[in-house]
């Protein structure tokens, strides 16, 4: 059984999520992004985040299969002292296995703009391939073909471009393009160079 961790950045901390974020997560999740985008249920229900809290979460962590985490970002008062942690975002490495893992997020809209799911993903990263984590090989991150800022994290944490498979993925009840990128744990973790136009928005 694998317990959770807690990593923490400048900005952040990440944490499994428990059932006092389900309100938070229940909230973020009606941004119509994180629905376009992510595989979250939609329409999302406070019953959604409770399951997702309840029996996926804990059920990964305990397998070692996924690793989830609450992006949570720290407040600060005027006076520069810790005043507490918001839950702005969800950050995890899933379908680990012999050595391999697929990494994938979502932030509110509230936190966009500031830098803080790199920060978040660069830390995951850094623990996937460490011996304190599962000491991964290769993490994988996939998207629906022009969801370009989460391609913009992904390139910002070193990933590399992959690919485009043709109706590779679903999207909700369509096939539909899908962007891939890797990175291994041997590769350098600074911007990635050779990602096609169309996922850096231009």
Do not use: K
């Amino acid at each position: 059984m694998t317990e959770p961790v807690v990593l923490r950045t400048a900005r952040l901390e990440l944490s499994a999520p428990v059932a006092d974020d389900v309100d938070a997560i229940t909230a973020a999740c009606q941004d119509p992004a994180i629905q376009r985008w992510t595989t979250v249920p939609s329409p999302y229900t406070r019953e959604d985040a409770e399951n997702f809290v309840n029996s996926y979460v804990t059920a990964g962590w305990a397998a070692g299969t996924a690793r989830t985490w609450a992006v949570r970002r720290r407040r600060v008062d005027v006076d520069v002292h810790v005043d507490g942690l918001e839950l702005v975002g969800m950050v995890g490495l899933e379908g680990i296995h012999e050595g391999a893992g697929e990494i994938g997020y979502w932030l509110a809209p509230a936190a966009r703009g500031d830098g803080l799911m790199p920060e978040a993903v660069a830390a995951v990263i850094d623990y996937g391939f460490s011996l304190d984590g599962p000491a991964l090989a290769r993490i994988v991150w996939r998207a629906l073909a022009g969801n370009v800022p989460s391609a913009s994290v992904a390139r910002r944490a070193g990933l590399r471009f992959e690919g485009t498979r043709r109706l590779g993925a679903v999207d909700r009840t369509r096939r539909a393009d899908e962007w891939t990128a890797a990175i291994l744990e041997t590769d350098d973790r600074s911007p990635a160079d050779g990602w096609p136009a169309e996922t850096l928005g231009s």
